[in-house]
């Protein structure tokens, strides 16, 4: 027989171990995530430098009435979020479920929003290959800013939809009283990937939206 | 470490501040600042950032060596765009 509590995994000395473990394993991730977009932004960061006034002119043809709205859904999530990975800590099992729900939902609400966007960017014509048509001068550089809006709010976009789906299976887990508040720690790891996701908007929202003044 | 348990009034607190920062920062961009308004989006931004990773995400909580972890991914990050932009900025 083990002479340990079967609560934490037998690799583990004690409870506090393992979950200072699991944690460091998310920021691991997470550090890998940062140079993930980072390289993005970083052709971002070159093509804003080398083309100011292409991108300045692309970005004004994106819908602030889109982002904002979006940044303070993903803002609202991540507040249902900490309150949820409270919950558990606290083994409410109820209240933590339906603020996994919330947060989820507003993650759908996100994607929802950004998929009219995306309708009417198709509409405006600001596709790069597909639907692309640009009247002002440099249009290449002008089509360069929407490559890199389509592959980093896409790639946001992805992000979510995986912490949605993670989120409602750790709202199932939490309604089966899978997640006691010993136990908590999956949901402080699911929180910490979701405000990640956040922060990655966070910055989105202002490089691609807000170039210049409007 | 024991994790800590953060008061309710903390994360509101903190939500509130978020949401106030959101609003300057779409309010600025509508005010001719010139060079400043790229300086004034990216401060807030990373004021929000600091406040999710310190609190929503409970680093300020967490054990030190978290703060390497978490340190580390911004630091190479930060080398990236110095190093790359060292190049591109000084070429004649």
């Given at each position: 027989?083990?002479?340990?509590?079967?609560?934490?995994?037998?690799?583990?000395?004690t409870?506090?171990?393992?979950?200072?473990?699991?944690t460091?394993?998310?920021?691991?991730?997470?550090?890998?995530?940062?140079?993930?977009?980072?390289?993005?932004?970083?052709?971002?960061?070159?093509?804003?430098?080398?083309?100011?006034q292409?991108?300045?002119?692309?970005?004004?043809?994106?819908?602030?009435?889109?982002?904002?709205?979006?940044?303070?859904?993903?803002?609202?999530?991540s507040?249902?979020?900490?309150?949820?990975?409270?919950?558990?800590?606290?083994?409410?099992k109820?209240?933590?479920t339906?603020?996994?729900i919330l947060?989820?939902?507003?993650?759908?609400?996100?994607?929802?929003?950004?998929g009219?966007?995306?309708?009417?960017?198709y509409?405006?014509e600001?596709?790069?290959?597909?639907?692309?048509?640009?009247?002002?001068?440099?249009?290449?550089?002008?089509?360069?800013?929407?490559?890199?809006?389509?592959?980093?709010?896409?790639?946001?976009?992805?992000?979510?939809?995986?912490?949605?789906?993670?989120?409602?299976?750790?709202?199932?887990?939490?309604?089966?009283?899978?997640?006691?508040?010993?136990?908590?720690?999956?949901?402080?790891?699911?929180?910490?990937?979701?405000?990640?996701?956040?922060?990655?908007?966070?910055?989105?929202?202002?490089?691609?939206?807000?170039?210049?003044?409007r | 470490?024991?994790?800590?348990?953060?008061?309710?009034?903390?994360?509101?607190?903190?939500?509130?501040?978020?949401?106030?920062?959101?609003?300057?920062?779409?309010?600025?961009?509508?005010?001719?600042?010139?060079?400043f308004?790229?300086?004034?989006?990216?401060?807030?931004s990373?004021?929000?950032?600091?406040?999710?990773?310190?609190?929503?995400?409970?680093?300020?909580?967490?054990?030190?060596?978290t703060?390497?972890?978490a340190?580390?991914?911004?630091?190479?990050?930060?080398?990236?765009?110095?190093?790359v932009?060292?190049?591109?900025a000084?070429?004649?």
């Amino acid at each position: 027989m083990p002479d340990h509590s079967p609560v934490h995994a037998h690799q583990f000395e004690t409870l506090e171990q393992q979950h200072d473990a699991d944690t460091m394993g998310m920021w691991t991730f997470l550090a890998t995530e940062v140079l993930f977009f980072g390289g993005l932004i970083m052709c971002y960061t070159f093509g804003r430098f080398s083309y100011p006034q292409a991108f300045e002119a692309a970005s004004h043809r994106l819908y602030v009435g889109y982002g904002g709205p979006n940044t303070a859904i993903l803002l609202c999530s991540s507040f249902t979020m900490a309150l949820a990975a409270r919950a558990a800590q606290l083994g409410r099992k109820r209240k933590a479920t339906a603020l996994l729900i919330l947060t989820a939902l507003f993650g759908v609400g996100f994607l929802i929003v950004k998929g009219f966007e995306y309708h009417t960017d198709y509409l405006e014509e600001l596709v790069p290959r597909f639907r692309f048509h640009w009247d002002g001068p440099e249009a290449a550089h002008a089509e360069l800013f929407f490559w890199l809006y389509f592959v980093l709010t896409g790639l946001h976009a992805m992000h979510v939809t995986i912490g949605v789906v993670i989120l409602m299976i750790v709202a199932v887990l939490s309604w089966r009283g899978r997640i006691t508040a010993e136990k908590y720690v999956t949901v402080e790891i699911i929180g910490l990937y979701w405000h990640f996701v956040d922060i990655v908007w966070v910055f989105l929202f202002p490089l691609l939206y807000l170039i210049g003044h409007r | 470490m024991p994790h800590t348990i953060v008061p309710t009034k903390t994360y509101v607190a903190i939500f509130v501040s978020l949401m106030a920062l959101l609003a300057i920062t779409v309010g600025l961009a509508y005010v001719d600042l010139g060079e400043f308004n790229f300086a004034a989006a990216m401060t807030i931004s990373v004021a929000k950032a600091v406040l999710i990773v310190a609190f929503f995400m409970h680093l300020r909580y967490g054990q030190r060596l978290t703060w390497v972890f978490a340190g580390a991914g911004f630091f190479w990050l930060a080398i990236m765009l110095t190093l790359v932009m060292c190049d591109y900025a000084t070429r004649p």
